[in-house]
């Protein structure tokens, strides 16, 4: 059995941490939750780079923010990142690995910044390769470049928050068992994702009715792993 699992609003609560309590954090350098949202969303996942985004706000104010300052505080104030991992993915991870699964993080994102985050919620040892995408449409690609080279088989999973990396993914891998992730967590709490809200509610909502290729979870606990052998 081979698993690919996205991480942001997957496995970690990306909202909670970068768009609320880091920003919080950096009050000392006249960062403002408005600020450091406002100017995020100018940014492309794909291209975050925290030294960038730390000049991009200094320009907006006015002010140089100190960059060695900002990273230290970072790492004071976050000595690991473990706490942001959804409750249930550890236990899902070890039962995974029990089994002999295959475990892929395929994520969007820069990879820099994508990877720093992995290694600081200890789960990296759990995967057999990290995969980056650069954009959303990729990840269908790499995964299928990563059966190919990986000489994979048996059954093929994808769990997933976002219904159009899943909908590609399943176009160019038809026999992937897809999992659409919506964590009432994240539709509840809007400091958990204010950089959908109010809009994501609806949207994800309306997943669940236009997506019915998709098994939509609320839990990594409804996967169905063994149910077969692997």
């Known amino acids: 059995m081979t698993i690919y699992l996205d991480f942001d609003h997957t496995l970690f609560n990306t909202g909670l941490f970068f768009h609320h309590d880091l920003p919080l954090a950096l009050s000392e350098f006249g960062i403002t939750l408005e600020l450091w949202q406002n100017t995020a969303k100018t940014i492309s996942s794909e291209d975050y780079l925290l030294a960038n985004h730390i000049e991009m706000m200094g320009h907006s104010i006015g002010k140089h923010i100190?960059?060695?300052?900002?990273?230290?505080?970072?790492?004071?104030?976050?000595?690991?990142?473990?706490?942001?991992?959804?409750?249930?993915?550890?236990?899902?991870?070890?039962?995974?690995?029990?089994?002999?699964?295959?475990?892929?993080?395929?994520?969007?994102?820069?990879?820099?910044?994508?990877?720093y985050k992995v290694k600081a919620t200890g789960i990296i040892d759990y995967f057999d390769d990290l995969i980056f995408s650069r954009s959303q449409q990729e990840k269908a690609n790499l995964i299928q470049l990563n059966q190919m080279a990986d000489s994979a088989s048996g059954s093929m999973i994808m769990v997933d928050d976002s219904s159009f990396e899943l909908d590609q993914s399943l176009l160019q891998n038809p026999s992937l068992k897809s999992y659409l992730l919506i964590r009432p967590e994240l539709i509840e709490r809007p400091e958990h994702r204010p950089d959908h809200w109010p809009l994501q509610k609806v949207a994800y909502l309306l997943d669940t009715i236009a997506h019915p290729k998709h098994q939509v979870i609320q839990s990594l606990n409804e996967v169905k792993l063994f149910n077969s052998k692997v």
């Open 66 to 115: 100190p960059l060695i300052g900002v990273e230290r505080a970072i790492s004071q104030s976050f000595p690991d990142l473990k706490p942001y991992l959804f409750k249930d993915v550890r236990p899902f991870l070890d039962e995974a690995k029990q089994h002999s699964a295959k475990l892929y993080l395929i994520s969007y994102g820069a990879p820099t910044w994508q990877e």
